[in-house]
């Protein structure tokens, strides 16, 4: 399977210059089985969807809520995802398990929905700095991988270490294949022969730079993207570092 690369815009987009990142992420984006994925605001998605039509590059969501309608204010289900042209979701990203008060019970009720509504979710994961310092990031990863995962999960994992999301910072290589190891091995005892193909992303600070010194750590399936998902330049060079490794 190749790697995927997943473009997290965050809360960054107005019209005109979504659909000009779009376009430009489109336009290098070349041929073969899709590989990319742009997550723009909910606002965005369906005009970078139209934009993004018979490319490699698919459109995803970066929340939903865990019912399909009904009076919740604001909020985004996941049939709407799908409505407008989302094949994924991004789900427990650590800003919304921080800022929103999701907890793992919330991401696996999410992401349910997201499988009922076909979409393919992207359940995040990772540890504080201070729980790192307090040597328990494996123990809380591992913890955030069995709570956040239905029974019959089918979708991606991504690593994100908090500390180091949009701080420049990554972890050592040896540290993130620790950290994918573990995971893999959680998969593998909760799904199988299925949780051995599961894709696990790595995130945090992932540049055109430092791309392929990431994509070649055993069990990194690819990479999620935040700051440098901005920039289709430097999107489009993680893209080509993920692609010029044979599949995992
Ligand atoms: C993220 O927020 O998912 C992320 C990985 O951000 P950045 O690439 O900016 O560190």
Not at 72 to 98: C, F, K, N, Q, W
Not at 155 to 169: C, D, F, N, T
Not at 207 to 220: D, L, R
């Amino acid at each position: 399977m190749r790697r995927l690369v997943v473009g997290n815009w965050k809360m960054n987009g107005l019209s005109a210059p979504a659909a000009e990142l779009a376009r430009a992420v489109a336009a290098g984006a070349g041929d073969g089985p899709p590989d990319l994925v742009l997550c723009p605001p909910f606002t965005q998605i369906a005009a970078v969807a139209a934009i993004l039509a018979g490319s490699t590059v698919a459109v995803g969501g970066q929340d939903c809520h865990p019912e399909p309608a009904g009076p919740h204010t604001g909020d985004i289900s996941a049939p709407m995802l799908r409505d407008v042209g989302a094949r994924y979701v991004i789900l427990g990203h650590s800003e919304r398990r921080a800022a929103h008060a999701e907890n793992d019970g919330l991401v696996r009720m999410k992401a349910i929905a997201a499988a009922r509504a076909g979409l393919i979710p992207i359940v995040c994961v990772g540890e504080t700095e201070a729980e790192r310092d307090e040597g328990r990031a494996e123990p809380v990863v591992a913890s955030q991988v069995a709570g956040s995962l239905p029974e019959d999960f089918a979708g991606i994992l991504a690593y994100e270490p908090v500390w180091a999301i949009g701080s420049g910072r990554t972890p050592k290589a040896g540290e993130i294949a620790g950290m994918h190891a573990l995971i893999r091995a959680r998969l593998v005892q909760a799904f199988g022969a299925g949780g051995k193909e599961m894709p696990i992303l790595y995130g945090g600070s992932v540049k055109g730079a430092n791309a392929a010194s990431i994509m070649e750590i055993p069990e990194v399936g690819g990479g999620l993207i935040g700051g440098a998902s901005l920039v289709a330049a430097e999107f489009l060079a993680i893209a080509a570092a993920a692609r010029s490794f044979p599949g995992t």
